[in-house]
């Protein structure tokens, strides 16, 4: 059984460019959300998907956008480069309406650094 | 507004020890479910145990138990006979909303563990 997988697991981008992140859910889940880790910080959340429409949104400007296909994967848009983007960049997939725990999976993350 | 509070950013234990890494919570609802994940240095989150708002119990899973105390909105998370292996980041998160829906998890600033032999 896949888990949550990323790609790409690295990537170095430079200030004003676009980046393009991507996940496949764990198999039976259909709700993708995406976190930015910056170095030493705690995951923050940027916004979630479900049946392929934004459903919940982090405080993140609309430089960060995304989609979701119908087979539940998901990519993660990020333009205009930042050099404060630099983070690491983490999917989580869920099943809605698995009973009251309903925890995300995560993968590995993307490792964006911005030069 | 959710926030999720841990105070402690390192904390060295001996192996085989117990360890108490804290965790605060504040939230306006009533209906709500508490996580903590361990990040080791690979970097991908590990879910380790969950405890809902209205579990008179608190959870256990293994080595792991939630020290859940509703009127301090504490949700303590205990590690027994610690080993080498515990040794990583540890994050306290919490879910508006007690069922899996469109509720966002949102995560503390975590506590980073190390472990002596």
């Known amino acids: 059984d896949a888990g949550v997988t990323q790609s790409p697991t690295h990537l170095i981008k430079t200030r004003g460019q676009q980046v393009t992140l991507r996940c496949s859910p764990k198999?039976?889940?259909?709700?993708v959300s995406w976190y930015q880790q910056a170095l030493g910080q705690g995951p923050q959340f940027i916004f979630q998907?479900?049946?392929?429409?934004?459903?919940q949104r982090g405080n993140f400007p609309d430089r960060f956008s995304g989609h979701q296909f119908p087979n539940y994967s998901s990519e993660l848009n990020v333009n205009a480069l930042l050099l404060g983007d630099s983070a690491l960049y983490l999917c989580?997939?869920?099943?809605?309406?698995?009973?009251?725990?309903?925890?995300?999976?995560f993968g590995e993350g993307s490792r964006l650094t911005v030069l | 507004a959710q926030k999720i509070t841990q105070t402690q950013p390192g904390m060295f234990v001996q192996e085989k020890e117990a360890v108490t890494l804290d965790c605060t919570y504040d939230?306006?609802?009533?209906?709500?479910?508490l996580f903590w994940y361990k990040q080791p240095s690979s970097g991908e989150m590990i879910f380790l145990i969950y405890?809902?708002?209205?579990?008179?119990q608190n959870a256990t899973e293994g080595r792991y138990s939630l020290n859940f105390q509703k009127a301090r909105k504490s949700a303590n998370l205990v590690i027994s006979a610690s080993q080498l292996g515990d040794s990583a980041m540890y994050f306290c998160?919490?879910?508006?909303?007690?069922?899996?829906?469109?509720?966002?998890?949102?995560f503390g600033s975590g506590t980073r563990l190390s472990i002596r032999p």
């Open positions: 939230t306006s609802d009533q209906s709500y479910g």
């Open positions: 998907y479900y049946e392929e429409e934004e459903r």
């Open positions: 989580a997939s869920s099943s809605r309406g698995r009973g009251p725990t309903g925890e995300l999976f």
């Open positions: 405890q809902g708002s209205y579990d008179e």
């Open positions: 998160a919490m879910r508006e909303g007690i069922y899996s829906s469109a509720s966002k998890i949102i």
């Open positions: 198999s039976g889940h259909d709700t």
